[in-house]
Structures are given as structure tokens and as C-alpha cells.
């Protein structure tokens, strides 16, 4: 079955840099598909971040272009957020999920508060 | 970006009863996908390709629409139905979610 995991540091500092990983079980990220970051707001809106699709390529949301990174580990099957200066308007949940144009399988997420 | 405009926001249905919600697409869209999310649990891939149903999904749930107009609908209220509802779209980047319909039971 397939399963993904998040982790990160629960707390952050205003501009600083926010990293996360995901850790994906029950099959290759190498294989298919593409692997995404999505936030959920306090407030309960939805974002798309961005993916790393299973051939290494990125692709990410406009709206972050400049601050956003995932990158990934193929030896671990994990990938990872990075997310550079952060305000308080990162506060939210994180989510990876599976999927290129749906999402069939997501994490169970990981709350990332940004507070001084 | 594509936006994605539910309605109505939240709702309320008795059991039994017919239930349906909307999702317009600012652009119009190939395909919509429907995602259900339960409080403080993930989102959940519920209906794909606009009208096929994720695996382990009720059959008196549909999905339907084109362009820029879908529904999701519930033929018969269950309880288990309460939840937050969400559309997204994926035809063009970045891919962008509705704001959620919130369905209670009455």
C-alpha cells in the first residue's frame, strides 16, 4: 500500500528557511508519477506548492517561484520542501501527496507554525 | 491562475435527501476532480475525470459538468456524507482548489 509521511520542525522563526520532508513507502518515486507539497491555511484553503516528478523534473506555483525548492532523495525515497523566508502567511498545514493532474494519495500532514 | 468558485458555501441536507453543490472554473477546464476532507484528517481523492468515482466511494455519489461548470451530487443524505468538499483542476498550471462546501446534517 502506498504511504507517505511528513516531518519537519513543528516551529520556525520569520525569515527563515522552513525544510520538510516526506517519506514515501509502497513505491518508487522513481517509477512514476509526480510528488507534490500542498498547504492547507488556516481557514482551510488549499494550495499547490509545487511537485518533483519521477524523472527529476520541477515544477512550482508561480505565486512562490522565488522562495520554493524540492529536491529529492531517490537512495531514501524521499523528497523535500524548502522554503526560504518565511512570514507568518506560511502558518499552515503541509501536505505531500502523489499524483500528476489528481492526488490519490496524501500524507497525513504536518502543522508548521511561523512565529518569532 | 484558474479560479475555482464553490457554492454554496455551506450547506445543510436531511438523510434521505438529495444533495447537490457547485464548482465554476474561472477558465474553462478538461477535467475536474473532487476531493472530500473529514476534520482533522487529509483530504481524500473522491471523484476523478469529473465523473468516476475513487475507489471505495458510495455509488449514490456523481460527479457531472463541462467547460466551466460541475457539480457533485448525492442522490440520498447519509450521515457519513457530512464533510468538507473540495474541487480542483490540474489543465492548466498552477493547479488551483475551490474554497470547499462545507455539508451538515440538518
Known amino acids: 500500500d502506498v504511504q507517505l509521511q511528513e516531518s519537519g520542525p513543528g516551529l520556525v522563526k520569520p525569515s527563515q528557511s522552513l525544510s520538510l520532508t516526506c517519506t514515501v513507502t509502497?513505491?518508487?518515486?522513481?517509477?512514476?508519477?509526480?510528488w507534490n507539497w500542498i498547504r492547507q491555511f488556516p481557514g482551510n484553503k488549499l494550495e499547490w506548492m509545487g511537485y518533483?516528478?519521477?524523472?527529476?523534473?520541477?515544477s512550482y506555483n508561480p505565486s512562490l517561484k522565488s522562495r520554493i525548492s524540492i529536491t529529492r532523495d531517490t537512495s531514501k525515497n524521499q523528497f523535500f520542501l524548502q522554503l526560504n523566508s518565511v512570514t507568518t502567511e506560511d502558518t499552515a498545514t503541509y501536505y505531500c501527496?502523489?499524483?500528476?493532474?489528481?492526488?490519490?494519495?496524501w500524507g497525513q500532514g504536518t502543522t508548521l507554525t511561523v512565529s518569532s | 491562475e484558474n479560479v475555482l468558485t464553490q457554492s454554496p458555501a455551506i450547506m445543510s441536507a436531511s438523510l434521505g435527501e438529495k444533495v447537490t453543490m457547485s464548482c465554476r472554473a474561472s477558465?474553462?477546464?478538461?477535467?475536474m476532480y473532487w476531493y472530500q476532507q473529514k476534520s482533522d484528517a487529509s483530504p481524500k481523492l473522491w471523484i476523478y475525470y469529473t465523473s468516476n468515482l475513487a475507489p471505495g466511494v458510495p455509488a449514490r455519489f456523481s460527479g457531472s459538468g463541462s467547460g466551466n461548470s460541475y457539480s457533485l451530487t448525492i442522490s440520498s443524505m447519509e450521515g457519513e456524507d457530512a464533510a468538507t468538499y473540495y474541487c480542483?483542476?490540474?489543465?492548466?498550471?498552477?493547479?488551483?482548489f475551490g474554497s470547499g462546501t462545507k455539508l451538515e446534517i440538518k
Open positions: 480542483q483542476q490540474f489543465t492548466s498550471s498552477p493547479s488551483t
Open positions: 509502497g513505491y518508487s518515486i522513481t517509477s512514476d508519477y509526480a
Open positions: 501527496a502523489r499524483g500528476l493532474r489528481l492526488f490519490d494519495y
Open positions: 518533483i516528478s519521477y524523472s527529476g523534473s520541477t
Open positions: 477558465s474553462s477546464v478538461n477535467y
